[in-house]
């Protein structure tokens, strides 16, 4: 159980501005760095913490100082929380979130926001209701690729073709659930951020098709994955998606090119290159370290100052439409709601 704490008054702290109280489902790498950002913020207390296993999460909260919870259900129930933060996995999520909704929590997430987009459309509307903040996150947005892309854009003129292929290698895969298809979902919903960078650039989609193959292991594992969509724009932009991972990868890659009128980006890795025919001009790319940081603080911004998101949740459902659309035409089954 959660040890007790002295319960406060949420209106009488928000008013004298005394620390937001945040709960955290979740112990991995982004559990992690979302507790530096928050330990590194005068204006938030972490209070206790929420993991699948629980001699994980007592190794996270020793680290961290903060309050073993035993389970997620009871956290997001804690009378004295402001603010709940979940980096779970993808299937339980938008269960998570609605739990922390109907108990009054302010919400911070990863995404998918869930991976049937009907549901997480059902949370947006649920959030607006309850007058609460629905954050999805997007680090892809904040990260220096995009941001290169986007001031690179007028260079080229009119876009009509893109293609954004990430290749992961890893081994072995083991049994983890980012490998599972239920606990994970399709991998273009999992790997949202490959759809939503399109979407942010180009706007709306027309027509999606897309092919999925996947090299299985047993109990709905697999050890590999590789999807390929192509989305055509109504602005008439024609781009192809490529996302693969697992085993039988040996070499990896990350590649986003976009072709216009006036000329073509390269970007590979963390290099950039505005080229037009033998003349090839290096673009400067920002790094990608420290991206959890700044959406949690743009969040706790906005709870705090009223400074505006960089991102909507209705940005986030639009590229999970989309991403799910690629799904249906792959033939990967769909997401039961929880």
């Given at each position: 159980m959660m040890r007790a704490k002295k319960e406060d008054n949420k209106a009488t702290r928000m008013n004298q501005k005394q620390p937001l109280r945040v709960g955290l489902v979740g112990t991995g790498f982004v559990a992690a760095r979302r507790t530096e950002a928050l330990l590194a913020d005068d204006r938030t207390e972490l209070i206790a913490v929420a993991g699948r296993d629980r001699a994980r999460t007592e190794v996270f909260c020793q680290r961290y100082g903060c309050t073993v919870c035993e389970a997620w259900d009871e956290l997001v129930k804690e009378p004295s929380l402001d603010l709940v933060i979940i980096s779970s996995i993808n299937r339980d999520r938008a269960a998570m979130v609605r739990a922390a909704l109907e108990a009054g929590k302010h919400v911070i997430t990863e995404y998918p926001l869930a991976l049937d987009p009907e549901e997480a459309e059902n949370l947006i509307e649920f959030a607006k209701v309850r007058g609460l903040l629905l954050h999805v996150e997007h680090i892809e947005l904040l990260g220096g690729l995009h941001l290169a892309i986007r001031r690179s854009l007028p260079e080229i003129g009119n876009v009509f073709y893109a293609r954004y292929v990430t290749i992961s290698?890893?081994?072995?895969?083991?049994?983890?659930?980012?490998?599972?298809?239920?606990?994970?979902?399709?991998?273009?919903?999992?790997?949202?951020?490959?759809?939503?960078?399109?979407?942010?650039?180009?706007?709306?989609?027309?027509?999606?098709?897309?092919?999925?193959?996947f090299w299985d292991a047993e109990d709905?594992?697999?050890?590999?994955?590789?999807?390929?969509?192509?989305?055509?724009?109504?602005?008439?932009?024609?781009?192809?998606?490529?996302?693969?991972?697992?085993?039988?990868?040996?070499?990896?890659?990350?590649?986003?090119?976009?072709?216009?009128?006036?000329?073509?980006?390269?970007?590979?890795?963390?290099?950039?290159?505005?080229?037009?025919?033998?003349?090839?001009?290096?673009?400067?790319?920002?790094?990608?370290?420290?991206?959890?940081?700044?959406?949690?603080?743009?969040?706790?911004?906005?709870?705090?100052?009223?400074?505006?998101?960089?991102?909507?949740?209705?940005?986030?459902?639009?590229?999970?439409?989309?991403?799910?659309?690629?799904?249906?035409?792959?033939?990967?089954?769909?997401?039961?709601?929880?």
């Amino acid at each position: 159980m959660m040890r007790a704490k002295k319960e406060d008054n949420k209106a009488t702290r928000m008013n004298q501005k005394q620390p937001l109280r945040v709960g955290l489902v979740g112990t991995g790498f982004v559990a992690a760095r979302r507790t530096e950002a928050l330990l590194a913020d005068d204006r938030t207390e972490l209070i206790a913490v929420a993991g699948r296993d629980r001699a994980r999460t007592e190794v996270f909260c020793q680290r961290y100082g903060c309050t073993v919870c035993e389970a997620w259900d009871e956290l997001v129930k804690e009378p004295s929380l402001d603010l709940v933060i979940i980096s779970s996995i993808n299937r339980d999520r938008a269960a998570m979130v609605r739990a922390a909704l109907e108990a009054g929590k302010h919400v911070i997430t990863e995404y998918p926001l869930a991976l049937d987009p009907e549901e997480a459309e059902n949370l947006i509307e649920f959030a607006k209701v309850r007058g609460l903040l629905l954050h999805v996150e997007h680090i892809e947005l904040l990260g220096g690729l995009h941001l290169a892309i986007r001031r690179s854009l007028p260079e080229i003129g009119n876009v009509f073709y893109a293609r954004y292929v990430t290749i992961s290698p890893q081994r072995p895969v083991e049994r983890r659930w980012s490998y599972h298809r239920e606990l994970a979902g399709f991998p273009l919903v999992a790997a949202l951020s490959r759809i939503h960078r399109f979407t942010d650039l180009f706007g709306e989609v027309e027509t999606v098709d897309c092919k999925s193959r996947f090299w299985d292991a047993e109990d709905n594992y697999y050890t590999a994955c590789l999807c390929a969509a192509r989305l055509q724009f109504r602005n008439g932009l024609m781009a192809e998606v490529t996302y693969g991972k697992g085993e039988v990868f040996w070499k990896g890659e990350r590649t986003f090119e976009l072709h216009g009128d006036r000329g073509t980006l390269v970007f590979e890795g963390d290099a950039g290159w505005l080229v037009r025919g033998e003349e090839k001009t290096a673009i400067e790319v920002g790094g990608r370290r420290g991206l959890f940081a700044k959406d949690t603080r743009s969040a706790i911004d906005f709870l705090v100052e009223g400074t505006p998101l960089y991102v909507s949740p209705e940005a986030s459902l639009y590229a999970l439409q989309i991403a799910d659309a690629a799904r249906a035409d792959s033939n990967f089954p769909a997401a039961i709601a929880r």
